[in-house]
């Protein structure tokens, strides 16, 4: 069965702080594919990223990047010079490849608060 | 580009009443999720459909819950009667092909209240 940890409950930072929001999976395919969400305060998930399993490149993009490590199942989240609109809940979450279900398995989730 | 589209946006009602929840696909998608939030529970797939049949729905929790996809662009879910344990944010979601090798993308939630 597939899982997904976010051990990390809630986060406050000060605006310009860097942030590591951290998730760690469980799976026993060898092919699946990571996801990162964002739900700021009004309500909606909006997508950040998705990688797949046979990409560990890290991605960057803007101030934000991802730290995809099959070594240690962890796919992290980086925020560089936090602002206070990066203010959200953040979920990670995983998809495995084979078989019929079409899954997304959510973590709990990151609360991350940016105060000025 | 119109995202999925969900209504209604807030709903509150009172115990045993019936409640149903409509979502619009974003156009072109094959593949349509119904996602339940609450505090206790998180994130958990209820049902999903591909080409309008729906394929798992042992997210489902009991025999109030119902949904049904009469086309490629609607989609509701019936709760009746309903519980003031049925309170949850309901997310429809829907992707282009297979969640494992494509993006699924998020409506802006129903935020249902029973009282």
């Known amino acids: 069965a597939q899982k997904v940890t976010q051990a990390q409950t809630e986060i406050s930072v000060v605006e310009k702080e860097d942030v590591t929001l951290d998730c760690v999976y469980e799976t026993r395919d060898t092919t699946y594919y990571l996801f990162w969400y964002k739900q700021p305060p009004s309500g909606e998930l909006v997508f950040l990223i998705r990688r797949n399993s046979f990409d560990e490149q890290n991605e960057i993009s803007g101030r934000y990047s991802w730290n995809f490590q099959k070594s240690t199942s962890s796919f992290n989240f980086n925020i560089t010079a936090s602002q206070v609109v990066d203010s959200a809940v953040y979920f990670c979450?995983?998809?495995?490849?084979?078989?019929?279900?079409?899954?997304?398995?959510f973590g709990t989730g990151t609360r991350l608060q940016v105060t000025l | 580009d119109a995202g999925v589209i969900q209504s209604p946006r807030h709903e509150v009602t009172e115990m045993g009443q019936e409640v149903t929840l409509r979502c619009k696909p974003i156009?072109?998608?094959?593949?349509l999720f119904w996602y339940r939030q609450t505090m206790m529970r998180g994130l958990e797939l209820l049902i999903y459909f591909n080409n309008n049949v729906p394929i798992d729905d042992s997210g489902m929790p009991e025999d109030r819950f119902s949904a049904k996809m009469p086309n490629a662009s609607f989609s509701t879910l019936k709760i009746q009667p309903s519980e003031p344990r049925d309170s949850a944010v309901y997310f429809c979601?829907?992707?282009?092909?297979?969640?494992?090798?494509?993006?699924?993308?998020f409506g802006e939630g129903s935020w249902l209240t029973v009282v």
């Open positions: 979450a995983l998809s495995e490849a084979t078989g019929t279900a079409s899954k997304l398995t």
């Open positions: 156009s072109g998608h094959d593949y």
């Open positions: 979601a829907s992707s282009h092909g297979r969640v494992s090798g494509n993006t699924i993308y």
